[in-house]
């Protein structure tokens, strides 16, 4: 796989993270994450099959970090209270997603 495409799948998972964390997945369109990612739609589904796929890959994007955050907690959190671990799960989860999403879907997220 060329560092193009690579780049075009990275732009195309990018665009998705924001546009399904401000819409949801019934709401978002493959139109939107073309329109999003600044490319045409056919151009996408040259990348992904579908919906689902890119919703896969959005997943994976934000799922790995904060697993991988959430076990450098857990080893950091042996030492702890019992009290101070419980506040390092939603911790770890919210700084993830914080650096993950734009500024501008923050609120959605709450919501």
Do not use: C, W
């Amino acid at each position: 796989m060329s560092d193009t495409v690579d780049a075009k799948q990275v732009q195309i998972v990018t665009a998705g993270i924001s546009v399904f964390a401000r819409y949801g997945y019934r709401r978002t369109s493959m139109d939107l994450i073309a329109r999003t990612a600044g490319m045409s739609r056919p151009a996408v589904y040259q990348h992904f099959k579908n919906k689902q796929e890119v919703f896969r890959s959005v997943a994976r994007r934000v799922a790995d970090p904060v697993t991988a955050a959430a076990r450098e907690a857990g080893e950091q959190a042996r030492a702890l209270p019992a009290d101070d671990r419980l506040y390092l799960v939603p911790a770890v989860e919210l700084d993830v997603l914080a650096e993950s999403v734009g500024a501008e879907s923050h609120a959605e997220l709450f919501r």
